[in-house]
């Protein structure tokens, strides 16, 4: 069965990096992902990167700050987030599917999330 594992939230300041990854298991994907919820906000896309990792695409607001890559194996996905806002902050959560997509509802599976936290 496919599972998704994130690792690497945390609490930081506004500025600080965090990284965060995604490893998934049973099978590779078309695209893998990551979206985020805020506490009583809706699902928002992110970030999310094509199978060959040639084809990436970014939300307007993490575009410049927030970079996708995806490992060798294509069964990993990392997030790198750099300048991080206090908007920033919100349950990040790793995705996967077959087609690199902003629409939560392409993509099949889902990890448990990590939390991001970003002070002022």
């Known amino acids: 069965q496919v599972q998704l594992v994130e690792s690497g939230g945390g609490l930081v300041q506004t500025g600080d990096s965090l990284r965060l990854s995604c490893a998934a298991s049973g099978r590779t994907f078309g695209s893998m992902g990551w979206f985020r919820q805020a506490p009583a906000k809706a699902r928002e896309f992110v970030a999310a990167?094509?199978?060959?990792?040639?084809?990436?695409v970014y939300t307007d607001s993490v575009k410049g700050r927030f970079t996708i890559s995806r490992d060798n194996d294509k069964s990993t996905v990392h997030l790198q987030m750099n300048s991080l806002k206090p908007e920033d902050t919100a349950v990040y959560y790793c995705?996967?599917?077959?087609?690199?997509?902003?629409?939560?509802?392409?993509?099949?599976?889902w990890g448990q999330g990590t939390q991001v936290a970003v002070s002022s």
């Open positions: 995705a996967a599917g077959s087609v690199v997509s902003g629409l939560s509802w392409h993509y099949t599976y």
């Open positions: 990167i094509s199978s060959n990792g040639v084809n990436s």
